[in-house]
């Protein structure tokens, strides 16, 4: 029982739970303080994102010239190209579903909310989109110019941030949901969609499977062998991420399911494994792009429109691989995106973080499955195996 009350998932809804019944018979001076520490911690979040983008992006790309060759390459376009698909797919569900739901946007027809009493500014280094392309530059240029001083400071400033995400980001989230949750039950809106999140969560679900089936085809049809004799050995990693929400946790399990699979090539296998374990976050990024399209609708009354989602779904791709490895990470890593172009203000961030930590497990399982359908595909385009030494690529046999 109690490693159950000290997970993120039992404090985000103790948070939720807690909110909503505040929030509800709350006075205005309970909630002008709510309001306030709501405020505090949103500018606290916003202040952090640069520094998230800069902690990762860039590192994650300096880590990439360690290794060569064309499985290195192939397997990371694959990776991209399945997130970036996942997100797509994901939007046109979102299209198709949502506005099925019946969900009527009520936003500004509840209570309105006082003045903080309170307003403590956190302004960013930079803006999101400067940090972004400022992580990308500095990241080639350290490849440009191998300077292991940069990569030795880059290393150490990603662990400086991961800290701080671990060990202060994350433990207030359930209080910054707590604060949002409280408001926003405080105008008479949000307990009218709560049932809302709980089919999302489903649908997303259900979405997950469906793309591990599309991968595993894929892997079949590129190998020309049966996807099953991988994706029958993959329910312990499937359960293992499920409990620890984290690739990187899963990580030996998942090497042990796939090397019972006869159809990898061994050397492939544990070459692509690992480095899918960072990279390919499919399951993630079908959830929150789905999620964003709901909570859109839910606080703004309306989906982005089409152009807008694409422009997301694909940097999203780029921000999942640098994703910190904490309940959450993909949202976290991406935040700069969801407010910079989707325009989403704190209620949606708060909204986006709260009910993706929710499901997380399930988003990290489908990753971690599909993992094993990249490693199908890459043995099927190459039947090479990478060398461990020099990570040059070399014919596994005297085949073509």
Known sequence: ????????????????????????????????????????????????????????????????????????????????????????????????????????????????????????????????????????????????????????????FNDMVLKIVENVVVPVLPIYIFTTFASLAYEGVIIKELPIFFKIILIVIVGHYIWLTLLYSIGGALSKTNPMEVLRHYPPAYLTALGTMSSAATLPVALKSAAKAKTLDPEIRDFCIPLCCNTHLCGSVLTETFFVMTVSQILYGRLPDPMTMVTFACLLGIFAIAAPGVPGGTVVASLGLIISVLGFDDNGTALMLSIFALQDSFGTACNVTGDGAIALMVTGLFKKVPNRKTDEVEPASNER
Do not use: Q
């Open 1 to 156: 029982m109690k490693k159950i009350t000290h997970t993120l998932v039992f404090k985000l809804l103790l948070g939720i739970v807690a909110g909503v019944l505040i929030g509800t018979y709350a006075s205005e001076g309970l909630i002008l303080v709510i309001l306030t520490a709501k405020n505090i911690l949103g500018d606290f979040i916003g202040y952090m994102v640069p520094l998230i983008i800069l902690g990762f992006i860039a590192p994650a790309i300096i880590s990439l010239r360690h290794s060569a060759g064309k499985v290195l390459t192939v397997t990371l376009i694959i990776c991209y190209l399945s997130s970036v698909g996942a997100a797509l797919f994901s939007m046109a569900a979102g299209y198709l579903i949502i506005p099925g739901l019946n969900i009527v946007s009520e936003v500004g027809s509840g209570r309105a909310l006082p003045e903080a009493l309170l307003e403590l500014k956190f302004t960013p280094i930079m803006p999101v989109m400067t940090a972004l392309i400022t992580a990308v530059l500095i990241g080639l240029s350290v490849i440009w110019t191998r300077s292991e001083s940069w990569t030795r400071l880059l290393e150490d």
